[in-house]
Structures are given as structure tokens and as C-alpha cells.
């Protein structure tokens, strides 16, 4: 079966997904296992995946339909492709097992849609993140897109419109990233990735590629939130149900910036993008004002929810900065952080969804939470400490990279906008402590007043989170400890052996 | 060259659609416009030899979607301010 | 807003623009697209060699490709799952009152609580609201159009590996027959000929016959969608097991399309309540 | 010199995190503070029993983990990092004892969070003495930043919160903003982060070197060096022993040791010494005492006081490793020590008085000592040390500085060391005067007030005693300096 | 520029027009409704656009005539591949308007109003 694991990562899920929306309707008792079983069965094979990766020294080659590549759709899996799958699955299967609760809460009667859909999108990111054609990954963006759609657009009263401006966004940045390979097919005249990046360089005339390059990455850009088009991202995941939120806010951005990861690398090889484009100080300033934006609008934020996003926003900027900083160093910080910004971000999202169960998303209801829910007021801790970046949290680390990466890139080329990025990056983490302080002063010193809570929500006794969620959140917060202590073997295994050559002279 | 001069006044037919479609100050009749401007759409791409892609948009665009587009504007409102 | 707008449109409009004329002209059979490269050539010229089935985009759609059209199929039936979810209320309480027509005088009845309901028949039909209209004229010329439009649909399908068409078109026939009886009567005379359970399983199981065929072969030892495999199942030739496994998938397709296309009709056209319809 | 492979640091470091979450279930006040007195103890005979080894030139090390390439997690014991290790250690024992008297007799909350947190302080307070590199001191410098702040913010009421804020801003601030970035140019541009004897900034170009000199010793927020200073004041809401063990010995010093470390291990003495770069340092120092001197005077919270004495004392470690040589060197290492055990009486002091009377302000204390003879006594015995009188042990640090400063040939160093010891007798010696020398009708005190509980007074007499002792006995802590001076090659 | 070169790449024209009329309704306008035909337009402007590149000048549609010894030339058919690629693209048309639809008639539900300025008006006096 081993041969089989790129397609059982998500055959698996997309079978799974269309039983238990058929089982839904008969008894949907069955949804929760079948949905378990599904994920950690793509979960298991994507772990697989990896150490197939490694044994065969960096590329594992799945045709489906027994097509050779430029004909059928062939699947390349390298390091990054299984490092971002294991990520992925990791996090769906966590927020699957930790959600079961509110879900059931909030979504009696279509319980069993919910779980389709939910691995519906598992199913699009882990295909997206596998893909090794161009145009197959649009189509699975737009599962991810619409499935995601729909599980945003169900929560408070305000989602419905903010979802819907999350879906034109969305689709203008789907239909320019289709339009994007469009460009290429007409410049090419294939879709399979690795033959474009052998074609790329002997083109004689890049015009067109050129222009397929900025419009994929702008499409990119819109999907991933990053500044000037972050717009939507705040309003679209604030507003969302707790159990969806937990899923699409980790993984979304991230799986984004792994696609234009791979787009820039990958597709357009590095000579191409780093060195013809004479895009990447442009793109190292807007996630610079991206990255200070974003951690001063989540100074604003009163909600915690709200602040999160903006942190999600600020965390966009970080990866987007490392990569376009064009070096080593940046790059396996960008990379890095995709893994290590999904568990963080799926830490504190976690939290997010205990705190709204329990009490309300405004911060000022957060007193004397400590007291209340010591422990998981310490996993949530260990979160807020790895998204300011304090080691050994893995956040420390992702940053490391990040700031060295922006160290050589000054020393190498004298750039400004990686020193501003350096600076940013330091200034977003001072916000961070700023931003997560306050929550623990709160839950620390104010003294907890009886009977708040906002209606509907006084009914729940405010104590220890249940033993169903509590685990699920204890295990990402001891992921995030795990990771930081292990991102050395993660760099040199895995990440470093993805990391071309690249051109000197950047 | 009378293929192309078909295509370029179809052409120029499905672009006034979408222009009024998209400033026709009733949205049921822009959802009607739609309908109309996906069925040029897909005489035009018969027309450039796409046949199933024609078909596809002829029950698509201008069947279901014409139909959904009606649907939901008969459940929210036909009022529209531009 | 406005101004944004136009900014933008422009910005984009000036980069479009500015790259047409890096274009191959229109129609260049030798664009690298349509020849340089081997891939158009390739389609045209193996694909009936590999499959039997002269019309090329079938055969690369559901089987060079059949691992995108597999999403395809996925993707509608997830924007099914999507407005569903999104839009459906269950009502536990039926309405207090209940409305009967008498088709052949075209009365409305309306019995309140406590009365007898008269049994559902030819001559009275249950309705959802008094002013749901009540056009014989409409209603009997979509019904003698209803099947001839699915025996087209049908022929689309099985059809699809010799002409244009194939189990996407040939789907949206079939839900758009019943999208207009329901149309042309009322939404409960739709929910009559595909209830909404139907329907979801209905959808459920066409991806599954699509998605299952290719795991099938993936058990059968073969990769994922490999139709190869099926030929030792069928004791057929690889080729024709190509052929017959494009077939499988279409009817799939079909099968999931129609499904889709009527649940999404019936969650749109009542806001998801189910009741009343267009 | 031989180098041991040895888990013995490791341990070291390792027992006060493995008794936190003992201490926190346990049932008990009893088995609670058992424990941490037995984690203490352990604690401190490992760290002795390295003694032999460095004391006869040899290194311990340690590798825990290769967290990046060329960056591990590692320790390496040398003399300067067992003298630091040896003195926190030593007085975790003491504070342990104290902290249970303190903590009952004033029935403070939240004990076992006091205790766990300060196990936690001290774990990572030794992590910092025996840190093989810089990524492994940055990792415990941090950990000590968060492990004190709920020590800090012990009491919980506004004041506390204030505190803690200004705490978290001025030492998470200044390690963001100076620290990481210092530390990731440093490690750009030499590629390690091992501490070596000459250090390891070569490569660096000259200019660089004084921007991340600045970074390096203002990242370090925690040596109270100005204008980063004013967190220290704030930080005295925290409970007495909190203030005595941390602020006093173990946060602060752990800054200091970083600093030293940095000029000595990262920089190197020769490659600064070149450039001429520690004038500026030495004389941010010499302003740092002149001036949190003066404000001292003008203090009348006695921990206030003492907390400005502090900054001012820091500032004489960071001055005379700025002298760049070696008996200057030497004095700032033994300082470390010779402060410590001082420093610690004074507040131990101050908090028994608070134990027993509730008075936290100079001009109350009038004719305190009739009342509390042993305390003040030792009060008394603590200020000269930290003056620098004998016979303590603070004179001894005091006369190798100066006699750095000299062979720096810094006469205005000199004078500025004269004049703060003349400030600091100004703003101790009244203190112990006005306790003492009154007639029984001044004295503000009631008859019954009465020495504070044996469990507060024992550690005070003991750490009196030894500052005492240090005048006469110095020879383990001034080899250990010797060692460590000597290995840094000093010229 | 002359009339050759305008006709000889119509439909890139008119796709880049198409798309912006689609990229402007999206952005500028104020009814949901009209937003949700502009990006129909707009994806159906990408459709046109790959069509256009299959085409080959005298080409026939691409369903391959067979028989024994029938050899295809392919500069007489259509290119395949962009077909096969946007009935995909159509289908997700399709689902992404139907699932916008659904939201936009949520939208109406909660606010009574499809008119963006009206709504975030009553979401400001909130």
C-alpha cells in the first residue's frame, strides 16, 4: 500500500466525506468516527508519505490514471509537499476531535453536512498542498474556497455578509491565479509544474510569463490576506463558529503561502523569480506595512477573536516577507513558520473556542480566568508565548529564521526593506507580548465577578474546559514545545533538503 | 474570414449583455441579461469550435444558473440602487 | 468604493492590456500552446488509440484527466452540502393551517386545525399557501416536454463518448426537468418526484461511483483511477475497460450533477424552508 | 585543562523544574516547602560537588540538544558560572528558609504558586551560570524573565499590576528590541554562538561592533544599567524574599553575569580593548552609580532604597568588567558574590521589619534596633558590606576595583568609586543610627514589639555571618575568580 | 494600431474587456446581487479567454473521426485541453454562484436589505 499514500491522503477523506454526508441522513451517530477514522487515516499515510520521501531521497511520483506527466496529472511529492501534509492533516484531525462537542451544539440538525464539508475542505488543502499540476490545484482551491464558505458563513449574524465578501475576494484572487495558468499554458503549453519549470528557462521571450508570474502571485495574495488585501480576513473569521474557525483560520493562510512557496520555487524556478521579477523588495515592504499594520489594528481590538485575526493577518506578512527576502535563511524561516504558525495559531484559536463556550469573546470577560480554568489557562498560555516568540515555543524559532534571513539579506545586498522587515518583525513580537499580557493580566489579577456573561451563555458553569476539548488543546500546546525543541531536525531533514541551490548574487 | 466576423459581432453583443447586466436597475431583469449574456457566450464559443464547452454553458449558464439567480432574487428583492 | 474601483480596474485593465500584444495571434496552430509542445498533438492523436473514444474531451476529461473532473464533481457536490447547510431550516411544527386545492375547479381550500384534511388525490392537492397560481396551460406543456427533455438528457450521457455532451451536460438536464416541474407547478411537486433526502443521497452517491470506480482500481493493485485495472475484473481488454470505466464515471457524474442541481434549486428557490418555491 | 563530560549541570538545572510539579500538588504547607527545601539542598551539593574539578582548572560540559545547526543547547561549567551557581544556590537554601517564615507569618495567598514559580526562577537563574553559548543564556534569560513575573505580581492589586507592566515592558522590551537582533547579527556574521575565551566577534566590522555593544548590554535590562533601570524600584511590590532572592541576587546578577559574559566570552577583552569601545561603557556605569546613588538618598521606602542601592552596586560589576582588566575583571566577579550576600541581609531585614511591624518607611523606624536588636545588628553588618567597609566582604571586591581602576589608569573612575562609597555610607549609615542611638522616649515602637519569627531571623544572622566570614575567609570565591580571570587570558 | 492586429486578437480584447466590466461591478458596486453577476461575468470572461487560446485557424471541433488507417492531423482540430479545463472552470462557476446566492439571500434575511451601504449602516448603529 505504501506506493499508494499520495492518493490515500485524500481518497481517503473525499470517500469519507461523501458517506458521512450520506450517513448524516440516516444516522448520524456514525458521522463523528467515520470522520475521525478518515483523518487519521490521511494523517497516518501523509506521516508515511514522509518517510517514503526521505527513503527515496527527495521525490515521490504518484500518476493517477496511470498517466506519464505532462498528459495526466501527476503528483510530486518532495519534502515541503510532506511536511505541509502531516501539518494539515495534524490540525484537521485535532480541531475535528476537539470541536465534537460544539458542533453537536450548534449544528443539531445538520451534523452530519457539517463533518462532510469539514473534510471536504481538509480534503481541498491536503489536495492543493499534493498537487503537482498547476490547474489541479485550482480546482481544489475552489473546494477548499467553497466548502470554506460555507462553514464561515454559518455563525453569528454578521457572517453571512462578511462570508460573502470573503467570497468575492476570494474568487477574484481563484480566478486570477486561473488566469495566471492560462498565461503560462499559452507560454508553455503544459500544466504539470516541474515540466514548466524546465521550460521556463529556454523561453525566449519571458513577457508573458512575466506577467503569468505577477498576476498568480497576485491572486495569491488576495487568497492569503496579505496588505493591501487583507480587508476581509478580520470581519470573515471573527464572525465564524468556533468549531470551523479552529480548522480554516491555521491552515487557509498557510496553505496559501505554501502554494506561492511553491509557485516561486517550484514552478517558476528561483533564477526566475528572485532575479528576473525585480518584484521582491516590493513585496519584503508590503508585508512589512503588513505585518505593523496587523499587529496595531489587533492593538485596537476588544474582542478576542477580532485581535486574533489580526494577528493572523500580521503572521501573513511574516511568511510572505521571509520568502521574497530571496535567501536561505528566509526561506526555511517562511517555510518553517507555515508549520509552526498552524499549531500556534490553532493553539490560540483553541482557546478562542473554549473562552466563547465558557464566557464571551470580549477580553474584559476574561477575569480571574486563571483561577477559574488553571490548566487551560496554562496551555493558553504556552500559545500566547509562542506567538510573541519565546523560546523554547516554536515560535522562537520560525523568527530566528526569519530575522537572520533578514540579517544576510542587508549584509548581502545593503537592502532597506529587510532591514525594515527586521525591524517589523521585532516590533510585531513587542505587540504580541503587549496584546497576550493584557489577556493574562486580566485573567490574573482581576478578581472574577459572578454571573457575567453575556445571555444564552450564563446557563454553562465557568470551570475546567471538558476532558474532550482540554486533551486535544493540551496536546497543540505541548506541539508547540515539541516543535521548538525539534525545529532543528525539522531545518536540517526536511526543510533544507527541499531548498534549491539558489542563485547567487540575491 | 466570416467565422471571425461572426465572432467579433457576437463578441461585441455578449459585452453590451454584461454592461447592461451589470447597470440594469432591476435585478430581475440583470439575472434575465445574465441568462442572455451566457447564451451569446456560448454561441460564441460554438462558434470557436468548442462544442462541449458550449454545451456545457448553454445548460449551465444560461439554464441553472439563470434559474438560481431568479430563485434568489424572487426570495430577497428586486430593488436595486445601481 | 467607486473610485477604488475604477483604480483598480484600471491598474488591471493597463497590465491586460499591455500584454495582448504578446499574444500568438488567434487561431496560430502554432502557438506553443496548441502545437510546439506535445500535448495537444498528444490528445488528438492517442486519445481514441488509448480509449476508443473519438471525442477527445471526453476521454481527456474523465480519464487523462479524470482526476480534476473527480474534484469537478466533488466541487458541485460540496456547493450542494454548502447551500444546505447554509440555508436550511427544519421546521419541527407544521403549519396550523393547511391549504388544499380542488384542481378541477382550481379552489383553494384552507382547513384550520381540528378539520378534516381530505385525502390527497388527483382532485385535491395539497398546496403551501393560497396564492400559489394555478396555470393548467403551463403546467401540462412542461409536462409533455419533461420527458422528452430527460430522454435527451439520457442520450447526452451515453452518448457523450461519440458527440458533445457527456454526464455533466446530460446531469444538468435532468435536474433542470425537475427544477421546471417544480417551476411549473410548485416547489412540493418537485419535492413529490425528488425528496430532499433523495436527492442528498442521490448526490452522495454519484461521487461515490465516481470516487469508488478509481479506488476500486486503486484495490485492484493499479494506480488511482487506473480504469486498466478494471479490465481483470471484467474480463475485457485494457482499452475497452478505458471506454467502459469513462462510462461508469459519467453516469456518475450524471447521477451527482442532477442530484446537486435540484437540492440547491429546492434550498434557493424557499430560502430553505422548503415550502413554497418560486 | 580538561574538559568532563559530565550530566552533573544538567541535573543542576534540572531539579528545581522537576520540583515544581511536586510542589504543586502537593497537600500540604509542609510537604510543599519540604520539598522545595530538599530540592534546594540537592541543588546546591551537586553544584559543590563540581567544585573539585574547576578549582583544579577543569571544565564540565553538557549538550542537551542540537537545537539548529551550529546552535545547540549546551552547558559548559567553568569558575566564573560556578561562582555565580554556587552563591544562588547557597541562597535559595536560605530564602527557602525565610520564605516560610516570611509567607506565614503575614498569611500571604497563593503560596504554592510563590513557591513553584521561584523553583522555576532559580532553575533558570543556573541555567543562565552554566550556559555553554549564547542561544542556551538567551533561553534561560528569558525563562527567568517569565518565571518572575507572577513573583512579582504576587499581591495582584493594582500596584502589583503596574509594576508587573513596567517590569514586562522595560526586560521583554529591551531583549526584543537589543537582544535578539544583537544576538542573530552576532551569529550572522561569525556563524557560532559558543562562548570562547577571546570571544568571537573578529569578523564583525568596527563599526557594527559598537551598535551591538550598546545592544548587547541594554538588551540586558536586567543588570539595571541606566536609562533601563526603573523597572527594578517597581519590582519591589514584590513579596520581601521575592525582592531579596531575585532582586538582589539571582534576576539581577543573572543580567550582570550576561553582560560579563558578553564582554568577556562574546567580545573578548583584547578585540574591545582594541577599539577602545569599553570607555563608553565604563562611563554609562560610572553615571549609573553617581546617580542611582543620589536618588537613593532622597528614598525613604526602605526597599526603595535598597532597590536604587542596587542599581548602583550593578553598575560597579558592569564598570569594572568595562575597565577590561584583570584585577578590575576579578572585582566585578567577586562583587557578584560579596553583593549578594549583603545585599540579601538588607532586605531580609527589611522584610522582617515588615513581618513583625508592618512599616515599610525609614522616617517609622526611629529607634527600631532597641526593639529588634538581632536584626538591626545585622543590618548594620550588611551595609557595610555593600558600603565597603570592614571587616566584610564587600571591601575586598571594593579594593580590587580600585586597584583596577588604577591599573586602567582611570583616576576619575577612581574618584567616582570614592564618592558613591561616601553616598553609600550617607543613605545606609542614618538608617542604622537612627534604629540604634535614641533615647527610649523617641523610639516609635511599643514595648511588645518583638524580633520577627525564628524562621525570618536564622537565614538573616547566617548570611550576616558570612559576609562576615568573607572578610576573613575569601580564598574559595577569589580563586574561583582567579580561574575565571585567568582563563579569560586578561591581560 | 490597425484593424488587423485588432481582429486578429478579438477575443483577447473582449476577454480583457469582459473581465474588467466583471472586475468593476465586483469591486464597485453596491447591490450584492449585481456584485455576484459581475464575478459570473468575470469568470466566464477567464472562460473566454482559454477558449480563445485553443483555437486553430480552420480547425474542426475535437471529436477525431475513425477508422482503419484514418490518420489525425492535428492542425485540423481544436485543442482539447483548455475545453476539458473550463467545463471545470464552468462547474465551479456554477457552485460558487449558487453557494454566493445562498449567502446573499442569508444576508437579505438578517437585514432585509441587499444594498452594502444600508447594511453596514445598520451594523454601525448596532
Known sequence: ?506 | MEREWIDVITLAIVIVCAIGAINVKDLLGASILLGAYSFLMCILWAVMGAVDVAFTEATVGAGVSTVFCVAAVFHTTRRTKD | MKILGWLTVLMCGALLIFNVSEFPDMGDANSPANSKQNLSEYFLKKAYHDTKVPNVVTAVLADYRGYDTMYETAVIFSAGLACFFLLRIFRKKGPKSRFYRHTPTGVTLRIDEGGKLPEESDVFKRIDSIWIPHDNIVRITCRLVVPFIQIFALYVIAHGHYSPGGGFQGGVLLGASIILIAVSNNLRAGIQRMSEKGAALMGSAGVLIYAGTAALCLLLGSQFLNYNALAKLLHIKPVVARYNGILIVEIGVALAVMAVMVWIYYNLSSAGKHDEGL | METVYSIKPFLAVLISLCVVPIIISSRTENIREGWTFAAAIIKFLIIASMLPIILSGGNLEFTIAQIMPAVSIKFKVDAFGLLFALVSSFLWIITSIYSIGYMRSLNEHSQTRYFAFFALSLCAAVGVAFSANFFTMYLFYEMLSFATYPLVTHHQDKESRTSGRKYLFYILGSSIAFLIPAMLITFSYSGTMEFASQGFMQNVPPELLLILLFMFVFGFAKCGIMPLHSWLPAAMVAPTPVSALLHAVAVVKVGVFCVIRVITNVFGTDLLAKYGYNDYICYIAAFTIITASLIALSQDGLKRRLAFSTIGQLSYIILGVALLSKNAVMASMLHIAMHAFGKITLFFCAGAIYASTKIKNISDMVGIGRRMPITMGCFFIGSLSVIGLPPTGGIISKWYLVLGTLEADKIFLLVVLLVSSLLNAAYFLPVVYKAFFCTEEETMFEKGVKEPPIWCVVPLVITAGISLIMFFYPQPFLQLADLAVNSLGVK | MDMALILAKANYWGYVILLLIGLYALISKNNLVKKIIGMVIFQTAVILFYITIAVKKGGNIPITPHGKGYVVEAANFMNPLPHVLMLTAIVVGVATLGVALALAIKVYKQYGTLEEDEINAMIREQ
Not at chain 1, 495569491?220 to 474557525?245: C, D, E, Q, R, T
Request: net charge neutral; glycine share 10%; hydrophobic share 55%.
Open chain 1, 1 to 506: 500500500m505504501s506506493t499508494h499514500y499520495p492518493a490515500l491522503i485524500i481518497v481517503v477523506p473525499l470517500l469519507t466525506a461523501v458517506i458521512v454526508a450520506a450517513v448524516g441522513w440516516i444516522n448520524k451517530k456514525y458521522c463523528f468516527p467515520l470522520s475521525v477514522a478518515s483523518l487519521a487515516a490521511s494523517l497516518l499515510s501523509s506521516i508515511g508519505l514522509l518517510f517514503e520521501v526521505m527513503k527515496t531521497n527527495g521525490e515521490v511520483v504518484y500518476r493517477f490514471a496511470g498517466w506519464e506527466a505532462p498528459m495526466g496529472i501527476v503528483y510530486n511529492i518532495d519534502y515541503l509537499n510532506s511536511l505541509v501534509l502531516i501539518v494539515v492533516t495534524a490540525v484537521a484531525l485535532i480541531n475535528l476531535i476537539f470541536s465534537k462537542g460544539s458542533i453537536e451544539n450548534d449544528f443539531p440538525d445538520k451534523e452530519g453536512v457539517f463533518y462532510a464539508l469539514y473534510i471536504l475542505f481538509t480534503t481541498g488543502l491536503v489536495g492543493m498542498v499534493a498537487t503537482g499540476d498547476a490547474f489541479n490545484l485550482y480546482v481544489l482551491l475552489e473546494i477548499a474556497s467553497l466548502t470554506g464558505y460555507a462553514l464561515l458563513g454559518i455563525g453569528n449574524e454578521r457572517s453571512p455578509l462578511s462570508t460573502l465578501n470573503y467570497l468575492f475576494i476570494g474568487t477574484i484572487g481563484a480566478t486570477f491565479y486561473l488566469l495566471g495558468v492560462g498565461y503560462i499554458y499559452i507560454a508553455t503549453g503544459t500544466l504539470n509544474m516541474a515540466e514548466i519549470a524546465l521550460i521556463i528557462p529556454k523561453l525566449p521571450n519571458v513577457g508573458i510569463i512575466k506577467f503569468a508570474f505577477v498576476i498568480c502571485m497576485v491572486g495569491l495574495f488576495v487568497k492569503m490576506a496579505l496588505f493591501p488585501m487583507h480587508g476581509w480576513l478580520p470581519n470573515a473569521y471573527s464572525n465564524a463558529p468556533s468549531s470551523s474557525i479552529g480548522l480554516i483560520a491555521p491552515l487557509t493562510t498557510k496553505v496559501t503561502v505554501y502554494i506561492m512557496v511553491r509557485a516561486g520555487i517550484t514552478i517558476f524556478t528561483p533564477e526566475f523569480t528572485f532575479e528576473k521579477m525585480h518584484l521582491d523588495k516590493w513585496i519584503v515592504w508590503l508585508s512589512v506595512i503588513g505585518i505593523v499594520m496587523g499587529s496595531c489594528f489587533a492593538l485596537a481590538q476588544k474582542n478576542y477573536k477580532k485581535m486574533l485575526t489580526y494577528i493572523v493577518v500580521a503572521e501573513v506578512g511574516y511568511m510572505v516577507g521571509g520568502f521574497w527576502l530571496g535567501n536561505k535563511l528566509g526561506i526555511t524561516g517562511s517555510i518553517l513558520h507555515i508549520v509552526n504558525d498552524a499549531a500556534m495559531t490553532l493553539c490560540v484559536f483553541m482557546a478562542a473556542g473554549i473562552f466563547s463556550y465558557k464566557i464571551g469573546d470580549h477580553i474584559s470577560d476574561f477575569k480571574g480566568l486563571f483561577k477559574k480554568m488553571p490548566f487551560t489557562m496554562t496551555a493558553f498560555a504556552v500559545g500566547g508565548l509562542s506567538i510573541i516568540g519565546v523560546p523554547p515555543t516554536c515560535g522562537f524559532f520560525s523568527k530566528w529564521y526569519l530575522v537572520s534571513g533578514g540579517i544576510e539579506a542587508v549584509k548581502a545586498t545593503g537592502s532597506i526593506g529587510a532591514l525594515a522587515f527586521i525591524v517589523a518583525l521585532l516590533f510585531s513580537s513587542l505587540v504580541n507580548a503587549v496584546l497576550f499580557f493584557r489577556i493574562f493580566e486580566v485573567a490574573h489579577f482581576e478578581p472574577f465577578s459572578e454571573g457575567h456573561g453575556h445571555e444564552g451563555h450564563s446557563a454553562v458553569e465557568i470551570n475546567e474546559a471538558p476532558l474532550g476539548m482540554l486533551i486535544p488543546f493540551f496536546i497543540v500546546a505541548f506541539s508547540l514545545i515539541f516543535l521548538g525543541i525539534f525545529s532543528g531536525d525539522i531545518v536540517s531533514n526536511i526543510i533544507n533538503q527541499f531548498i534549491p541551490v539558489l542563485p547567487a548574487g540575491i
